[in-house]
């Protein structure tokens, strides 16, 4: 199923002098605090989010899984998907692929329906945390493994992997290690560390100069009581022994309760080390729940340290990579991933609206009540309008999840893949 361009228009005639009502409110207040508006909105347009692969089917926990029906049930079925939500939100437009799970079977069929479609190949992502019928068992680890024959088996995987994502035109590794131990003295903590900056150097070695590894961290889980790479710092410390094209991921889900994501954030910026995010939101550990709905002022938090750190030169804003990374068990993943879309957009531009300067003075003043009053008045403006207006410029749809609902997509995708038809992925 496609959604076309006269669906969109017909949809959103029906609530555009309800959608201007609301724009022209917000912009008179905001113009009058001298915010340009049509510079904010195109922001809001020009600002894209991936879409990985494996959030396009139900996920599971390690209790079960809930099929939800219609799932795409191979590559081209996962673009179809990606072109869906591209179509509704206009804001995301390329997919970061998982392999084993996404090999193209023919690349010239793949290339030409993302090119069809519009939408490009984002970071590839190695997976050597599972067995799928690979020599030796990733079961005690991959790159870090004491075994020398099951390190190299996975730095092949992740050359392989390269080469895969070459032929697409990605310009990215992310590697997300699930290398640890289970228990005391199981491993050489120190020997796990080395030998992973060993196989990571292998494959840096082996990646086309224009690409960029994104190096994730996660303290704990499926090994329970050391992780490899457990923190920002590690991953960092790997990153700077490889060279300039290698960077940390921050994965919102990868933290212990009540980390202050923002000022990692900060510190990585600080020093132009931070790769891209993979957002999602959580409330005890890797929950994979929709980005902000447990914790939207933490990301705006993080939009405000984004924001500040590229106006000021630390980073630039074009060398973040930007990743929905969820599985969801209980929704249908296309609206959950447009409920995603959407809190990013607005607490992006809910950071966008921050008065830096008079936060700035704030702080040299040691102002602290102005300066919390600051992010308060900009995280409290209702700015769905002004994300709204830039979908409608984009040519999305005004409300994509009313309209998803009125076309009735899931139906559809039911009965053209099947009530079983089941994703490749987690
Ligand atoms: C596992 O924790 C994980 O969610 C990582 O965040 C990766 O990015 C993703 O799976 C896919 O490998
Ligand atoms: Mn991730
Ligand atoms: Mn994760």
Same mark, same amino acid.
């Given at each position: 199923m496609r959604i076309t361009q006269e669906n969109i228009s017909e949809n959103n005639q029906s609530i555009l002098s309800a959608h201007q009502q609301e724009l022209d409110f917000l912009s008179g207040l905001l113009s009058k605090e001298g915010v340009d508006i049509w510079a904010l909105i195109d922001k809001i347009k020009e600002f894209q989010i991936a879409v990985p692969s494996w959030a396009l089917g139900a996920g599971g926990t390690r209790f079960g899984r809930f099929g939800l029906g219609g799932e795409p049930r191979n590559l081209e079925e996962k673009l179809e998907d990606i072109g869906l939500l591209k179509a509704l939100t206009q804001k995301t437009s390329s997919v970061s692929l998982h392999i084993p799970w996404d090999i193209p079977s023919d690349y010239s069929t793949i290339t030409g329906l993302a090119s069809e479609l519009g939408i490009s190949f984002d970071a590839m992502n190695s997976n050597t945390f599972q067995d799928y019928g690979q020599q030796e068992t990733y079961k005690l680890g991959s790159l870090g493994n004491a !075994? !020398? +024959?099951i390190r190299n088996q996975a730095v092949d995987h992740n050359i392989q992997v390269i080469e895969i994502g070459k032929k697409l035109g990605s310009k990215g590794?992310?590697?997300?290690?699930?290398?640890? +131990?289970n228990f005391p003295g199981q491993s050489s903590m120190r020997n796990a560390l080395q030998w992973t900056q060993e196989s990571l150097t292998q494959i840096y070695t082996a990646m086309p100069d224009d690409w960029k590894l994104l190096l994730e961290y996660k303290p704990y889980e499926p090994n329970f009581y *050391?992780? =490899?790479i457990p923190d920002w710092g590690t991953s960092s410390l790997l990153c700077k022994s490889l060279g300039d094209r290698a960077k940390v991921l921050v994965d919102l889900g990868h *933290?212990?309760?009540n980390t202050n994501i923002e000022q990692i954030v900060a510190t990585l910026m600080y020093q132009d080390m931070l790769a891209g995010f993979h957002f999602n939101d959580s409330k005890y550990g890797d929950d994979d729940l929709t980005t902000g709905s447990i914790k939207p002022y933490q990301l705006f938090l993080i939009f405000c340290e984004l924001i500040s750190g590229s106006e000021d030169g630390a980073q630039t804003w074009e060398s973040i990579s930007w990743m929905i990374d969820a599985s969801h068990n209980t929704k249908d993943p296309l609206e959950d991933l447009m409920q995603a879309?959407?809190? =990013?957009?607005i607490c992006f531009t809910k950071a966008l609206l921050v008065d830096r300067k008079k936060l700035s003075a704030c702080q040299l003043d040691g102002d602290v009540v102005g300066a919390q009053e600051c992010l308060q008045e900009a995280f409290q403006r209702d700015v769905r309008p002004l994300v709204r207006e830039a979908r409608i410029q984009n040519g999305g749809a005004a409300n994509p999840i009313t309209l998803y609902r009125k076309l009735e997509v899931r !139906?559809?995708?039911i009965q053209e893949r099947g009530a079983n038809s089941r994703s490749t992925g987690l």
């Open positions: !075994k !020398k +024959s590794l992310t590697v997300w290690l699930a290398d640890g +131990s *050391h992780t =490899i *933290h212990l309760p879309l959407e809190v =990013i957009s !139906k559809n995708l």
